[in-house]
């Protein structure tokens, strides 16, 4: 189980996780990893776009802790019907969303740990991040750093 940190823009209109931008980098890491996204399942911490106008664009906003409180239980929900065997948290906002805001995705990425609500959990990037890089030899070398952080989980999952 795949858990983002909220629906973009590209998602909000298709009613579906990660189909933009961000999606499309994931599909690729998830391919180069040995992972076929129809045998995992794909969510976000948050259910609903948060965002602001930006002329004719609408520009994500970073969710506060009462809409991530706020959602918390139907991630719960979907834990409980999906029963994952491993959950793996992409970004911050899915991580703080299992551990609590004091955990920091620079210092556990790609660990294997647990929490309350998963027993198996590999946080990592959100594949957004890879489009914020300054330059292609950055966004090379962390994606390269994603893929590795799938396949862990992907072994660790039993695949």
């Given at each position: 189980?795949?858990?983002?940190?909220?629906?973009?823009d590209?998602?909000?209109?298709?009613?579906?996780?990660?189909v933009?931008?961000?999606?499309?980098?994931?599909?690729?890491?998830?391919?180069?990893?040995?992972?076929?996204?129809k045998?995992i399942?794909?969510?976000?911490?948050?259910?609903?776009?948060?965002?602001?106008?930006?002329?004719?664009?609408?520009?994500?906003e970073?969710?506060?802790?009462?809409?991530i409180?706020?959602c918390?239980?139907?991630?719960?929900?979907?834990?409980?019907?999906?029963?994952?065997?491993?959950?793996?948290?992409?970004?911050?906002?899915?991580?703080?969303?299992?551990?609590?805001?004091?955990?920091?995705?620079?210092?556990?990425?790609?660990?294997?740990?647990s929490?309350?609500?998963?027993?198996?959990?590999?946080?990592?990037?959100?594949?957004?991040?890879?489009?914020r890089?300054?330059?292609?030899?950055?966004?090379?070398?962390?994606?390269?750093?994603?893929?590795?952080?799938?396949?862990?989980?992907?072994?660790?999952?039993?695949?």
């Amino acid at each position: 189980m795949l858990v983002g940190e909220q629906p973009g823009d590209y998602e909000d209109v298709a009613g579906k996780p990660f189909v933009g931008p961000a999606g499309n980098i994931m599909n690729r890491a998830l391919e180069e990893a040995g992972i076929d996204r129809k045998d995992i399942y794909i969510t976000n911490a948050v259910k609903h776009f948060k965002w602001e106008p930006r002329g004719k664009r609408r520009i994500h906003e970073k969710p506060n802790s009462r809409e991530i409180a706020a959602c918390r239980p139907w991630l719960e929900a979907e834990l409980q019907v999906v029963k994952p065997k491993l959950v793996v948290c992409l970004g911050a906002t899915a991580a703080q969303t299992i551990f609590g805001p004091s955990f920091r995705v620079t210092r556990e990425r790609g660990k294997i740990l647990s929490s309350k609500v998963a027993a198996r959990v590999l946080a990592t990037i959100h594949p957004s991040s890879l489009l914020r890089q300054p330059d292609e030899a950055s966004r090379a070398r962390e994606f390269k750093l994603f893929v590795a952080d799938l396949r862990t989980a992907l072994k660790a999952a039993g695949g």
